[in-house]
């Protein structure tokens, strides 16, 4: 009987790494562990690989040039590493971090965002790159970093996204680092058409170039660890989960997590001069048009502290009610918002009456409030002509029955919720197989399916719909 041979997949996120170790040609997981990561917007990019060695029985050592034994990758016939997009891991000649590892969801890099639309237009930026700069890419935050830290930003050496911080470190920091096409894209100084660094910009930002990770294609191998295990090339986050889902044209994935995503897959280069829709490209070789929320299901979290329920009873809560919430409208930008790009923005409840001021009420403010933010971001991808007919409901918030009820009748399209699975992690892995196979596409795995809810011809949603925009339009005009 012939052995089976298993891959780990790495999500390294904002709040925890994640690592699965899966057979390389089913896709069935056969071990799984996880590690937290301390809260915030910066952090010691260090967090990331103590969480690593956690979740895979390593040991640390605080030597980032030691050589490590990680313990499940014994088991493991190769292994790949998605993380969290955007973020900034500015290294000195030593290897060693200058300042915090600024996240995804730091948004203090919002005035070089606007300087660097004022250097060139929208249409420039999305016609060269495929992005338009917002706060949350490593271009802003760079560009922060020169004008309020000079000295710190004259020492960079080379500038890392976390997954190729991570990657580079199971390599034991040996040899030059890498990247892959699908995180590169979300710098704001790599062009998706073009496939390649534009370096002009990098040193306009910096005043000097840095070494940049060389991007690998797909199923590229980066290295390995000290015993021996293939690292695939790695991925973004969102490219990762593409792949775990094995999404393709039509299918549209509506993330509820940490942050909202909204994302597809597409063959060709997407470009939106308004800057909404991101051209990010995806982890196989296509592209991956993209947008993103600041508030998601952290929305959930905060109203159900206020009415002082946990989330199984703000769940009952946001069902027991009228679906259209009574007429009060939650527009829930809590943490500001990247999509629309509002980074001082604060969230609006609007429509508040006596009889309509209930727990009920408000817990299901909150669910809309959330589901028609995202369906801001599906109207955005509709008008740059993306076609969209299917969506796959993830993430934790897709685990509220509320969200299942409501979402079908907000996006007016059937949902999928597949089972809840930590699909970055297996998309990670499902890259690491592909790899290893070294065939010219990623091997087929099954997804499974938890729940399939069709739209339904009731009058609340577009009533619903109509308040919400009319709500977010005469606070922010958009």
């Known amino acids: 009987m012939t052995q089976r041979r298993l891959v780990a997949g790495v999500d390294s996120s904002t709040q925890s790494t994640k690592v699965l170790l899966v057979d390389?040609?089913?896709?069935?997981?056969?071990?799984?562990?996880?590690?937290?990561?301390?809260?915030?917007?910066?952090?010691?990019?260090?967090?990331?690989?103590?969480?690593?060695?956690?979740?895979?029985?390593?040991?640390?050592?605080?030597?980032?040039?030691?050589?490590?034994?990680?313990?499940l990758l014994d088991q493991a016939a190769a292994i790949s590493v998605s993380a969290q997009q955007h973020g900034?891991?500015?290294?000195?000649?030593?290897?060693?971090?200058?300042?915090?590892?600024?996240?995804?969801?730091?948004?203090?890099?919002?005035?070089?965002?606007?300087?660097?639309?004022?250097?060139?237009?929208?249409?420039?930026?999305?016609?060269?790159?495929?992005?338009?700069?917002?706060?949350?890419?490593?271009?802003?935050?760079?560009?922060?970093?020169?004008?309020?830290?000079?000295?710190?930003?004259?020492?960079?050496?080379?500038?890392?996204?976390?997954?190729?911080?991570?990657?580079?470190?199971?390599?034991?920091?040996?040899?030059?680092?890498?990247?892959?096409?699908?995180?590169?894209?979300g710098t704001g100084y790599y062009s998706v058409p073009g496939d390649t660094y534009r370096e002009d910009l990098v040193e306009t930002i910096?005043?000097?170039?840095?070494?940049?990770p060389t991007v690998l294609r797909p199923s590229e191998w980066a290295g390995t660890t000290r015993t021996g295990v293939p690292i695939a090339a790695g991925c973004g986050d969102?490219?990762?989960?593409?792949?775990?889902?094995?999404?393709?044209?039509?299918?549209?994935?509506?993330?509820?997590?940490?942050?909202?995503t909204v994302f597809t897959t597409t063959p060709n280069p997407v470009c939106d001069p308004t800057g909404t829709v991101a051209g990010f490209a995806d982890a196989a070789g296509g592209n991956l048009p993209l947008l993103a929320t600041l508030n998601a299901a952290r929305v959930f979290d905060a109203t159900a502290t206020m009415l002082g329920v946990d989330l199984h009873q703000f769940d009952q809560l946001a069902q027991a009610g009228p679906p259209d919430a009574g007429g009060l409208v939650m527009v829930p930008y809590l943490d500001?918002?990247?999509?629309?790009?509002?980074?001082?923005?604060?969230g609006i409840i609007a429509g508040v009456t006596r009889r309509n001021m209930t727990p009920e009420n408000m817990a299901r403010a909150a669910v809309l409030g959330v589901l028609h933010a995202l369906r801001d971001a599906l109207d955005s991808l509709r008008a740059v002509g993306v076609p969209l007919e299917h969506a796959l409901l993830i993430g934790g918030g897709a685990r509220s029955g509320a969200v299942r009820r409501a979402a079908a009748q907000v996006f007016q399209m059937p949902v999928t919720v597949p089972m809840p699975e930590e699909y970055v992690a297996l998309g990670s892995a499902r890259q690491a197989a592909w790899a290893l196979s070294g065939?010219?596409?990623?091997?087929?795995?099954?997804?499974?399916?938890?729940?399939?809810?069709?739209?339904?011809?009731?009058?609340?949603?577009?009533?619903?719909?109509?308040?919400?925009?009319?709500?977010?339009?005469?606070?922010?005009?958009?």
């Open 88 to 185: 900034m891991v500015a290294l000195d000649a030593a290897g060693t971090p200058v300042y915090d590892a600024l996240l995804w969801n730091d948004v203090r890099s919002a005035p070089q965002a606007r300087q660097l639309r004022e250097l060139h237009d929208s249409h420039w930026w999305a016609t060269e790159l495929g992005v338009v700069p917002v706060p949350s890419f490593t271009s802003t935050k760079l560009a922060w970093l020169a004008r309020t830290h000079p000295d710190l930003a004259a020492r960079i050496d080379s500038v890392l996204l976390p997954h190729d911080w991570l990657s580079w470190r199971l390599r034991s920091c040996d040899g030059p680092p890498s990247t892959d096409r699908s995180d590169a894209s």
């Open 439 to 478: 065939a010219a596409e990623p091997p087929t795995w099954t997804t499974r399916i938890d729940e399939v809810i069709e739209p339904r011809t009731e009058t609340w949603s577009a009533t619903a719909r109509d308040r919400f925009v009319t709500a977010r339009r005469a606070s922010y005009g958009r």
């Open 336 to 346: 500001g918002e990247r999509t629309p790009d509002l980074p001082d923005a604060t």
């Open 206 to 212: 910096l005043g000097h170039l840095p070494t940049l």
């Open 24 to 71: 390389a040609e089913t896709g069935q997981i056969v071990a799984r562990r996880d590690a937290p990561h301390p809260d915030g917007t910066a952090i010691d990019p260090e967090h990331w690989w103590r969480a690593l060695e956690t979740a895979v029985d390593g040991h640390f050592d605080p030597n980032p040039r030691k050589r490590h034994e990680l313990g």
């Open 238 to 260: 969102n490219a990762g989960a593409a792949l775990g889902l094995g999404i393709r044209e039509g299918d549209v994935v509506i993330s509820i997590g940490t942050s909202g």
